[in-house]
Structures are given as structure tokens and as C-alpha cells.
């Protein structure tokens, strides 16, 4: 051998010595003899425990919180192999295909996982098995949701963006600085379909407006859509205009707090590039706002409230801690575009709390909405809780899945069974995006954050997931034609059928964007 | 094509010597004299200095994009500035390869007896690092660039389409991991193509491919806007990326777009000019005489370029250039003000106060007396000397200034020290937006989050930090202590923040807050000096002499020993304007401070319908008085 050519051994030695190290250690080649069992479940990051899950969801990745050497997961259920993951850090990856295999088999039945540790003295202990189910019923694909840091009056960086649910895949659908370091909310899709969106771009070079995107043809509409709803049948979407301002807490943990100082509701036809409203939503002494459709199409429920104030420039405005929100539907026939009479569904006289975003389930059994005790804005209050209502019976119920913490913005699978809803639970300031299963018997399962493929993820991410909306797809325009869109001069122009709490399209005030 | 250059001259031989001194000073003054730790700690004003954290999250981010890798190579180097030492050795390093990439560049197309131009890159580089911006990104892309063009001519292939193909490859990479700086590759080796090998098709396709490829790649499969297609990484693209893009003004970016033209200029004007000397040699050649005229220009050209003589002036002319250009574009205001920055961020008050001393008084901006004021507080002498420097209204709070990054890291250090949480939280968090990451920002959520007991929050902001290289390990400790003690109740800070903060809520915005923020911290904490000093100082900025006298009683909540100078000259003011007494509370005026109000009287009373006069006659023995301000500058008078 020559001279030079030794210097190849210890190259070769890592080749051959990696790959053996790694089946060594990263395959679940590990024997557990005899281990100690610990009568109580593992700790684990984040709390799989208990929970419905999807059979398409993606793996559950999870740190075992325990103190050991050396960890050993066992995956089982009843109609399949056991999936075994060790590890000698505690995080549990697990492996997508296996996974998918393990769930697609076992639809309906029960998901166990043995979690084993091993302690310095290479002693291995078992904890108690935790039990999952998976469910019968998929959960829509894909979730779309922005992604901000804990904004006041300045953003960068706003984007709304699609994540895949069976995987871990994320990808922009639109982001701020394609048009100005613009704000980009209130996206809003047409029965969960990514064909049919809709969402409200603002910025100060470009000014604000809403891109509408119909299967395929996007479009800016000359006028700012706040919380937007569409029609079942893809005609129109009822949408909200709020004349929002911002103030501060100088004590306690909520530092933000918004109040809505006028707002009311519109509504824009598709076909004929109208906006149209009606007096009993658009009403004077009335605040309107969180607009949504019931499946059929034939009744808007919105929310409304009575202005308290006589000072519209003061901030905050007399009482706005005393304002309550009512929960009102109004029938409507989309052949003759004539609306019926207002009702009140639920008053906030008899909940004693504000009733806000109301959002009911495709298959229009339930209605589900948050509580809280003051205002317009739930992802602000810490007492925001869900609720769900039966629409046959009319009797509403505090479901087990509220934390201490702001829970709100949910969304509805198009199957009925899953709903994705922001919270705070973990720390009070972060939203996180959590996915509880509904059974056929409207029992709300304890609900589980959105996996991630690095378990530990969302212990330094400090942007928010707010506003999660299921769809059964992925949003296919491209995100370079929706801010090219939110930059085009070429607008359609809208007459505002209302005056008073109607923003203009140009102008862009901080204060106007919030979580 | 080789070099006209053969044997060792004795300019060659001194190259080496020459460049060695030249870099040797170029360490010592980045070292010494700018201070790359400056430009670390001036995130606050310094819209292009990357963080940095460990791990695949923070790599993957800049994998996905062309430019990328540069990038986080950049932010990688930059945490080295943390220390000057360290900080200036990367920026000699990355100005020397520059340097050696230019000088063989040159000596490829045949221009060896001019490689002292191939020193002027790295003079651009000190000269923007002279304005105390941070380019470290955009060089390092332009250092690749010319070393990828190195790399393909001294491949030196002669099948066409291999070379063609060896070009696209060498693009493509070099387009994924420095961006737009690929243009400069592909506009170098079509220089060489056309000048050297005289290929002129092949140099007109690598033109019309470098930005063709960048466009057609960019635009049509990466999905990018054409800025950030074709110009990512240059001088060219600024303002697109807020907050994250090297964001050059002035002289700064002028230089390095001079650069980027320069670089393929010297290749092509040095070519051309190997090309007139080739012409004149064999036209030298072809006539009889030794001394015909074409025989009499080469020498002497020989003699300037090429002789001892050629390397002494050359070096001096470098010398000049280098000295004049250091001298023109030395940024003296901006390096005060980040000298300033930097005290303030290390609790150096007495620094912050000899720092603002040396910027000139008259060129005090508001941002200067901010942190003179709160140097001032810190060093005990707030109600004695703040008069000593200018002042205007908006100097305690700086809430409404137009630079945003500056304004929301004032305000978040202020009403984090006054016990203005809440307040603190909100400027923090609009701090953290437009400017990122920070060490220091994370920081400071972590404890606002601490000292409110939202632990779970305030570990978010930890871990993250926890991957900085600089204050990683601070973290981690930080992140240790919580886990033995949630609340921290040993940590002095922490405790201190806890007695004076707001636990009874109220509405407040941002407009209106100061006065009435200042008095809930004093209802709340009757020993909150800072809330004292600060609600006197703002009442005596807006000439409120009656609420100076109300509040001059809580000066025995702390240990005063009389009652500071400026207090003792808004109650005489107050006093002799009103005629009505105020309760001292057992103190008294000095008989100094008497004795000043009746000078200053008499001479204000002679002069009073003569304003500018009254000036002049009092700036220079009352221009650090109350009395002075009160009278010429304050808003509300009696």
C-alpha cells in the first residue's frame, strides 16, 4: 500500500462505523428484561394521552418528560405488528409509514403506547399503557392558519399558510411581504374546499382590499372583508366591517384588548360584483359582526350587540367592559335575495357572558361558539371558552375540552366529526392549534395539539397559530400570484351600501389588524 | 493567455511584504479603532446584523431559498463580532480573500503588474465597515462569486460544450448559495471567455444566461419576485426584505455598488490594455530602431508598472487611497452614538455620559438625550444636572420618534426599569417584530414574563435563546433556575420589579400614558425613585411649576440630602411667578440657588423685551439651569 493511501483507514472506518452505530442505537433493537412497573402514566411533551385521534393524522411525536438514559416506546394496537421507537434522549419519533399503517388498520379501535425508561443503572421501568382511540372518521387533510408573532401595532411578518395533516409539510399560501410587508387575515373558505377562499389583504403602499379566489381566478375586490362567511352555494359571502381600535392593560396578563367602535354586516355577490346589505345586519345602534351560514344556506347567524357609548372617538369607549354580544340568526332565500325576520338564538342576558363566533357543523346538527366575559374578541380574554349548541333542542353545553386559558377561532372538518380551535393553554400567550374529535353522541374528546415532527417544536416557537381552518385540500394558487394580485391596480370596484362604521378600501391604519 | 510577467521582479518580490503590512494595519485599525463589537451591540439601529442559532429549525430556513447559505455562513460570523478581537479577524479574512481572488483574477487576464488595484476591494469593504454598517453577507457572496470564476478559468477546458456545461453547473451552485452574486460570476467568466479566450459567442451566452438563468429559475420555479430572483445578496436589492436583508444607505451602498461594477471593469479595462501592449510590442518589434517611439513608450510604461519604481509608486498611491478613504468616510457620529448604545446596554452610566459629552451639544438628537437622561437618573444626578445637556419634551419617553426599532427599544427599557410591565410587554413585543430575534430581546420577554409568573411563556423565550451562542449559557442557567424556583424569588431584579409593577389594572393608551403611569407606579410603590424622578423631570419639561411644588413633599419617601438643584429653581420660579409659598416639608433652598434666581432676574429683567440678547447674556452662566429652560423653552408659563 502506499504511502498516502493510509490515510484512507480511518476514513473507512467511519463509513463502516456510522451506519453500524446507527442500526446499534437508532433501531429498536433493545431488549427489556423484567422491567419495574411505575403505576401511573409517563409525563410526556407534549399530552398524548387519552385522546381521539384521526386515523390519517400524522405521527404523534412526543418527549417522555422522565428522567433516564435510555427510552423504549412500544406502539400497538389490535390488528397490526407493534411499532417499537427507542431513544436515548427521550424524543419519540416515529416513523410516517409504519404509523399510517398502524392507524389505517385499526379505525375505530383503541391505539396503546408502553413507554419504557431506562434508568443510569441500566434498569428498565414500564409505565402505566396510555390509551388512545383512533377514530373512524378522517379529519379534513390540510389546516390553513396565519402565522404572526405576538403583534400590537407594527407587523413584518404576517403569511397565511397550509399545513399538511397526514405529514408535517407546510407551505406559504400567501405572506405579507409579496405586497409591502402587507397583513394579510381573515381567510375564509367556500364548505372547507382550498378552491374557494377568500381573505383580506392590507397594506400601506398598496392599501386594503379583499383577494377572492374562485376556483382558480383570483380577483381583488376594492373593499376590506373582515370576518367573512360564504354562502353554501358559492353565490355570495357575508362578511363584516368593524371599526376596530386597540388599547392596554397596564396590569394584569392580557396586555391587549381591541373593542369594535361601529361595525355591521354586507354582503357581496359573486356573479354580480355587488355589495348589498339589509337593515335588520347593518342595524344603526347595533354592533354586527362573526357572520356564518347554516349548511343549507337558508339562515345567517351572526352576533350583534348594543352600542354602549355615545363618544365614538373615546378610547376605550364608555362601558366597553359591560358589552355583551347576542347570538341572532335571520332567514334568508338566496333565489329572490330576500332576507326574513331577525331572531335571537341565544342572549347574552341569559348566558350572563358574550357570545362570539358562532360556527355550525356541515352537517348542521350542532353550532359551536365561545364565551367570554366582555367584548368582540375572545383570543384576548382568558375566559373565552367553547360551547356547543344542539340546533335540534336548542340547549348548549360547556364541553370538557376549555382550559384556563383563551379557547376560540374553530373550525369545523367538512365530515363533522373534528373541529381545530385555537389555544392558549400552554402559557397563556401562544395560540397553538388543537384538534378535538365530536362523537355521533356530541361528546368532545379531550383534544391534542397539531403533531409536529420535532416534538419539542413548540417549546421556542414564538410566532401564534391563529384562525386554523380545516380543508379537505391543499390551496393550489400559487402564492406569487395572490401577492401579485394584492399589488394590481386592477380592482373591482364596490359601492358601499352602508356609511358610518365602512372603512375605505386605501387606508391602513395599525390598529385596523389584529391577532 | 499567460501572464506578461516572467522571473521575480523586485515589485513582485515585494508584494507579498506590501500586503502583508497592508492587512496587518487593516486588522489593527477594524481591531482597535472600529470595534466590530460596536456593530454587535448596534441591533437596535442596525437593520442588517443577523442572529444566529444552533440547530437544524434555524439551518433549514436558509436552505430553502437562493442566497440562503451565504447567509447563514454571514450570521454565523457575525456572532464573532461579539468580540473585536475575533469580529475584525473575520473581516480581514474575508477582505484578504477578496484581495487574493482580485490579484489572480487580474493576473489571469494578464494584468500582473497591476495587482496593487486588486487592494481596492478590500478598501471598499473597510469603508462601509468605516460607516459602521455590517455587509458581511453581501461580501461574502461577491467573494464567492469571484472565486467560483477562478475556479472556472483555471480549469481551463477547450471542448466548448464541456465548458458550457461546466459553466452551468458552477452557476446553478453558485446561485443557490450566494444569489444575485452569480451575475457577477457569470458576467467574469464571460469577460474572460470574450477578452482572453476570445470566444465571443460563448461570452455573450454566459451574459445572456447569468440573467436569464437567475430570472427564468427565480421567477418561474422558486416562485420569487424578480428582485429577489436576480438581486439577492447585491447592493442592488435593498428594502425589499425589511429587517433582514443587508440594507446599505448612503456612501455605504454607493461603494459597494461601485464594487460591483469595478470588479468586471478592472477585468475587461485590463485585458484591453494587455492587448495595447501586446500590439505596441510586436509593433515595437516590426520597427528598426531601439528607439522608436513605439520601443520608447513601452519602457517607460515598463518602468511605471513594472520596476522598483512601479512598486513604489503604486504602493503610495495605495496608501493614499486607503488613508483618504478612511479619513472621508469615517462615520464619527454614528460610532458615538453606538459607543452610547453599547454603555447603556452594559449599565456604564458614567460612560454614557463622557460618550454623549464628546457628541457635539447642538447635535443632540433625541435618541442622545434619552439616554443622557436615564445616564443621568442612574448616576444620581438627574434633578441636579439635566438642564447641563439639551433637552425637549420628548427626551424621557421618546414614544412618538420616527425610527421604530429605537423607539420600542427606548420605551421597552424605560418602563421595564420604572415597573411599567404591561407596558414594557407591549413595546417588547412591537420591538421584537421590527427588529427579530435578539439576544437581548428574548431576554428581556423572558423576564417581563418571569416577574408576571407566566413561566411556560417566558421558557418559550429561553430555549430560543438558549441556541444563541453568545447568551445561550445564560439561558440554560436562567432555564435551571426556574426549574428549582418557578417564581425566582431569590433573583434581586425580579423581586425589585415585582414591588413596583401595576397590579391594578387600568386602560391606557399609549398618547396619554406618561404622567398618569408615573403617579399609579408612585400609588403603588411610594419608594420608586426612577417614577419620582421621571414625573418630576417631565413636569419640569413642560413647565408645570405648580405640580413640582405639590410633588416636591415625596422627597422625603427616599433619602435626598436636600432638595436637588433643579426642584430648588422651579419652586423659586414657581414661588416669585405665583407669590404663593410652597411646603418644603422641613427642607430649604439653598442660598446658592437664592442667590442665582435674584442674577438671574436682574439680567433677564434688563434684557426681557430683547430676546436674543437675554440669550446671549444668560446661556453662558444660567444655560444649565431651570431657569433658563423654563424661561426660553418651556411650553406652559405663568
Known sequence: ?515 | MKSVESGTSPRTRNLPITAGIFFAGFYLYVWLFLEPRLIYHSYVIQPDFPVFFTGWLFLKKFLVYPGGPVEYVAAFLSQGYYYSWLGALIITLAALLIYLGMRILITLVGGGYSKVISYIPAIGLLIVYNRYRHPLAMFLALLTAIWLSLLYEKISLRIGVVRWLVFLVMFAILYYIAGGASLLFAVLSGSYEVFVRRNLFFGGLYLLFGFAGAWLVGVYILELEITDACLYLTPFHWGDKRGELPILKDFAKSTTICLYFFIPAVVMSVSLWQRLVENMTSSCCTESGVGSKSSVIKKTLQYFWSGRAGWVIQTAVLMVISIASLFFSFDSTRKKFIHLLYFSDQDRWHSVLEEANKILIHSHSVYVNHYVNLALYHTGRLGDDMFSYRQTKESLFTLQTKNMRLRYSMGSNIFMELGLVNLAEKQTYEWLENTGNYPLILMRLAMINIVKGQVETARVFLRVLSKDMIYGRQARDILRRLDADPQLTGDVEIERLRSTMLVEDWVASIDGIVENSLLKLLERNRHNRMAFEYLMAQYMLTGRLEKIASNIGRLNDFDYKGIPRHYEEAILLYTSITGKEVNLHGRRISGETLERLDKFRGIFGRLRHNVRAADNALRAEFGNSYFFYYVFFAEKKY
Open chain 1, 1 to 515: 500500500m502506499k504511502k498516502g493511501h493510509w490515510s484512507l483507514i480511518p476514513i473507512c472506518v467511519i463509513v463502516v462505523a456510522i451506519p453500524m452505530a446507527w442500526l446499534a442505537f437508532g433501531k429498536s433493537v433493545v431488549k427489556i428484561e423484567n422491567p419495574v412497573f411505575i403505576s401511573r402514566l409517563p409525563k410526556l411533551n407534549p399530552d398524548y394521552t387519552d385522546t381521539v385521534i384521526p386515523p390519517n393524522i400524522a405521527p404523534l411525536n412526543f418527549v417522555v418528560c422522565e428522567p433516564g438514559s435510555g427510552y423504549s416506546v412500544k406502539i400497538y394496537s389490535q390488528n397490526s405488528e407493534p411499532l417499537k421507537v427507542f431513544s436515548r434522549t427521550g424524543k419519540i419519533k416515529i416513523p410516517l409509514r409504519p404509523w399510517r399503517s398502524l392507524l389505517s388498520s385499526n379505525k375505530g379501535g383503541e391505539l396503546f403506547f408502553d413507554v419504557y425508561v431506562m434508568d443510569e443503572g441500566r434498569t428498565w421501568s414500564r409505565y402505566e399503557t396510555i390509551t388512545n382511540r383512533i377514530a373512524k372518521e378522517n379529519i379534513d387533510a390540510y389546516i390553513a392558519y396565519r402565522l404572526i408573532k405576538p403583534i400590537y401595532n407594527t407587523w413584518l411578518d404576517v403569511g397565511i399558510y397550509q399545513r399538511h395533516l397526514e405529514q408535517y409539510n407546510q407551505s406559504s399560501i400567501v405572506h405579507g411581504s409579496s405586497f409591502g410587508y402587507g397583513c394579510v387575515n381573515c381567510h375564509c373558505f367556500l364548505n372547507n374546499s382550498p378552491e374557494n377562499m377568500v381573505f383580506a389583504a392590507r397594506s400601506g403602499k398598496y392599501g386594503g382590499s379583499a383577494i377572492l379566489v374562485n376556483d382558480g381566478k383570483i380577483s381583488r375586490i376594492d373593499t376590506k372583508f373582515g370576518y367573512t362567511s360564504w354562502h353554501p352555494s358559492g353565490q355570495l359571502a357575508v362578511y363584516s366591517f368593524n371599526k376596530i381600535r386597540q388599547f392596554f392593560h397596564a396590569a394584569g396578563m392580557q396586555v391587549r384588548d381591541v373593542v369594535d367602535i361601529d361595525s355591521a354586516l354586507c354582503y357581496y355577490t359573486i356573479k354580480s360584483r355587488e355589495v348589498k346589505s339589509f337593515s335588520a345586519i347593518a342595524d344603526k345602534g347595533r354592533l354586527e359582526t362573526y357572520p356564518t351560514w347554516s349548511p343549507d344556506g337558508k339562515y345567517l347567524y351572526f352576533c350583534s350587540a348594543p352600542i354602549l357609548w355615545t363618544n365614538r372617538n373615546q378610547l376605550p369607549p364608555e362601558h366597553y367592559d359591560e358589552l355583551k354580544y347576542d347570538l341572532m340568526r335571520i332567514s334568508y332565500d338566496i333565489e329572490t335575495d330576500k332576507w326574513g325576520e331577525l331572531e335571537t338564538v341565544l342572549s347574552a342576558d341569559e348566558t350572563g357572558l358574550s357570545i362570539l363566533l358562532p360556527r355550525i357543523s356541515p352537517d348542521g346538527r350542532y353550532l359551536l361558539f365561545c364565551m367570554c366575559d366582555y367584548g368582540c374578541f375572545p383570543i384576548y380574554r382568558p375566559s373565552s371558552d367553547l360551547y356547543l349548541m344542539d340546533l335540534k333542542t336548542g340547549e348548549y353545553t360547556k364541553p370538557a375540552i376549555n382550559s384556563e386559558y383563551s379557547d376560540s377561532w374553530h373550525s369545523w372538518s367538512s365530515n363533522s366529526r373534528w373541529i381545530a380551535f385555537s389555544s392558549k393553554r400552554r402559557g397563556g400567550l401562544f395560540t397553538r392549534t388543537y384538534i378535538s374529535y365530536i362523537d355521533d353522541k356530541a361528546k368532545m374528546h379531550k383534544p391534542f395539539i397539531m403533531p409536529q415532527k420535532d416534538p419539542e417544536f413548540y417549546d421556542s416557537f414564538v410566532k401564534t397559530y391563529s384562525v386554523p381552518e380545516l380543508i379537505t385540500g391543499p390551496v393550489k394558487v400559487e402564492p406569487i400570484r395572490l401577492g401579485r394580485a394584492a399589488r394590481s391596480t386592477d380592482r373591482i370596484q364596490v359601492d358601499i351600501p352602508i356609511t358610518g362604521a365602512t372603512p375605505k378600501a386605501g387606508s391602513t391604519e395599525p390598529w385596523q389588524e389584529r391577532e
